[in-house]
């Protein structure tokens, strides 16, 4: 199955078969339908531990990814993209201030870490930022559709 979506939050209810559904979506839309993509949907302590520990920001965030990667030189790529872990409690404050559904967010959450897997960022020069975001609106654009 390419996305395999593991809930270790009580606090925030979520109909996960709707994220898994425009994933799949988003997934063939970006050209990586047969890739696996591993969702965690956690809380905000989690989130700041992982922040802390990988990223060394001692805070809270919605979203982080962690691409697969070869573990020895010359082994072939991964069928596996990575893990995007969400904070749904985060999610579910930010889906309120912007008047959307918690899947919404959730999704948009979920299509800017999977970016982050194939390669994309935001944090370097203007131009890599304007190039991802242009891409989250053009695959959210799609999905209304």
């Known amino acids: 199955m390419p996305i395999c979506i593991h809930n270790r939050q009580r606090a925030v209810a979520i109909h996960t078969m709707t994220v898994k559904k425009r994933m799949l979506q988003i997934m063939t839309y ?3 339908p047969a890739q696996e993509l591993s969702v965690v949907f956690g809380n ?60 919404e967010r959730v999704v948009y959450l979920l299509l800017h870490g999977l970016l982050h897997l194939l390669g994309y960022e935001h944090e370097g020069p203007a131009a890599q930022r ?15 559709v």
């Open 30 to 32: 970006l050209g990586c």
């Open 44 to 103: 905000d302590r989690l989130l700041q531990e992982l922040n802390r520990t990988y990223r060394h920001k001692d805070r809270p965030t919605n979203v982080l990814a962690f691409p697969q990667s070869p573990t020895y030189a010359g082994e072939p790529a991964s069928t596996m993209l990575g893990d995007v872990i969400v904070s749904l409690p985060t999610a579910a404050r930010e889906a309120q201030e912007l008047n959307q559904l918690i899947e």
């Open 130 to 144: 304007r190039r991802m975001e242009a891409l989250e609106q053009e695959v959210l654009a799609h999905l209304r």
